[in-house]
């Protein structure tokens, strides 16, 4: 047995693995270096090791790809193997494992929870439950996980303010920005290299409409994490993002050809963020060239995945902006093929949205705007469990109020543009306000909105 950094003992039987694991989480935490290499190296090193595969394969899964990767299925019998010498907390975490690979990201989210519930300090156990509400898109989860632990934390504990940097993304997914911005912005205090608390604190000013606040926060703080590779890419897309709400938009070309195209395959969430930047530019009117052809090679790995239906309707965009339609046709038959083979909570997700979110994507990307209204709109109030951030969903409502407005369904456009602009003073959401007024014979109304929207835009 050794002990980690926050007193709790995990199985091993050499002094470097306690090094390996604590400098892989440390790792992990700021996400940078290789945490994987440096499990790897322990586990094979020490056949006690239990959580070396355990947190291999649970990095994998939280990168985008599913259970059926050959690498995550690996990591999962070598984990098995080492379960019965292991001591109950690290069980329970092999346990949380299976059933993360199995599709069932809510059931292993509980699951961690019920270890943190005996082990408030298991920061393995926070950040897994983190990431696997995230992916399922349960916001009260993903902030309740690390509000009910953050009362046995202070600052005299490692990874204090990581776990803040949490709990604020947690806050900013459930709506709450004041809190959020506030714990973000603590927690960036006492850890500058937290770019995850970076982060929040940018969907903070993303969902508020404050796009001169978030560009000032990215741009100042890009020395902290312009070298985290895992989550770059993604900084960079939501510093697009309200670039391209303030009319750079020739920044923004040079951000995604020099910092978020340069993703690998197995980069799934950094991929993510190549697709859905290349479409907010061609939303906002931007030609983006030979790009989507660019990112396609990179997807095709993940074609028989479908480790959630976020990434899939990423995947259908892609393929289908690219012209690609016999893969696009490929792809859907793997998609049917998947649900109907499978029996999870992941397949239910994939079948009862997302497999229309991925065909509405489609019809979009190929112009075929009825189409597309036609599959987005009646899961639109559902797309919330196929993961990713609010933030990211933006881009399927962005796409449906666009369907809409192009095949001059106006009154449905209004009635989901009309409030939103109403909260957020974004001058891309008062244009197409505007156009839905002056669809829906609200001339006056559509003036004023356009008027407004320049006078945002300046
Ligand atoms: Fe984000």
Redesign the pocket.
């Known amino acids: 047995m050794a002990t980690d950094n926050l007193g709790l003992e995990f199985s091993a039987s050499r002094p470097e693995t306690a090094a390996g694991f604590e400098a892989a989480m440390d790792e992990y935490m700021v996400f940078t270096g290789e945490p994987m290499h440096r499990l790897k190296d322990a586990a094979v090193a020490d056949p006690e090791f239990a959580l070396g595969y355990c947190l291999m394969g649970c990095l994998r899964l939280f990168a985008g790809v599913s259970g059926s990767n050959p690498q995550v299925a690996g990591e999962l019998a070598l984990s098995r193997d080492r379960r019965e010498a292991a001591n109950p907390r690290e069980r329970a975490h092999i346990d949380a494992f299976e059933t993360a690979a199995g599709g069932e990201m809510s059931k292993a989210g509980a699951m961690w929870d019920a270890i943190l519930a005996d082990h408030p300090h298991d920061m393995m156990a926070a950040k897994c439950a983190h990431e696997a509400y995230f992916l399922v898109g349960e916001s009260a989860n993903l902030r309740d996980s690390v509000a009910a632990i953050l009362p046995a934390w202070d600052e005299s504990l490692p990874y204090y303010g990581f776990l803040l940097g949490m709990g604020a993304f947690g806050y900013e997914e459930t709506g709450e920005y004041e809190v959020a911005e506030e714990m973000g912005r603590r927690a960036v205090e006492i850890e500058p290299a937290d770019c995850w608390a970076v ?1 929040a604190v ?2 903070v000013l993303q969902m508020q409409g404050r796009r001169r606040d978030g560009i000032g926060w990215l741009d100042g703080t890009v020395r902290h994490w312009r070298d985290k590779m895992w989550l770059k890419g ?1 900084l960079w897309w ?1 510093l697009s993002i309200q670039l391209i709400e303030d009319g750079q938009i020739d920044r923004v070309l040079q951000i995604f050809d020099d910092y978020i195209s340069d993703c690998d395959e197995d980069q799934v969430t950094r991929l993510m963020d190549c697709s859905s930047l290349l479409l907010r530019l061609e939303l906002a009117g931007v030609e983006v060239g030979e790009r989507w052809h660019q990112v396609v090679p990179k997807w095709l790995k993940h074609m028989d995945e479908h480790a959630i239906g976020f990434t899939d309707a990423h995947l259908a965009l892609t393929l289908a902006r690219a012209g690609e339609d016999d893969r696009l046709a490929e792809f859907f038959r793997s998609l049917n093929a998947y649900i109907e083979a499978q029996d999870n909570t992941n397949q239910g997700i994939l079948a009862r949205t997302g497999r229309d979110l991925c065909h509405g994507m489609a019809a979009f990307a190929r112009g075929d705007y009825t189409t597309a209204a036609d599959r987005i709109h009646p899961v639109h109030d559902d797309i919330w469990n196929i993961g990713g ?1 609010n ?2 969903r933006q881009m399927f409502t962005l796409t449906l109020v666009k369907a809409l407005l192009r095949s001059e369904r106006f009154a449905e456009a209004l009635q989901i543009v009309e409030l939103w602009a109403t909260e957020v003073p974004a001058p891309s959401l008062w244009r197409d306000l505007a156009e839905a007024l002056e669809g829906t014979g609200h001339a006056d109304g559509a003036v004023a909105a356009r008027r407004h929207a320049t006078e945002l835009a300046n």
Do not use: I, L, N, P
């Open positions: 982060h940018a969907h993604h939501h951030s933030a990211q």
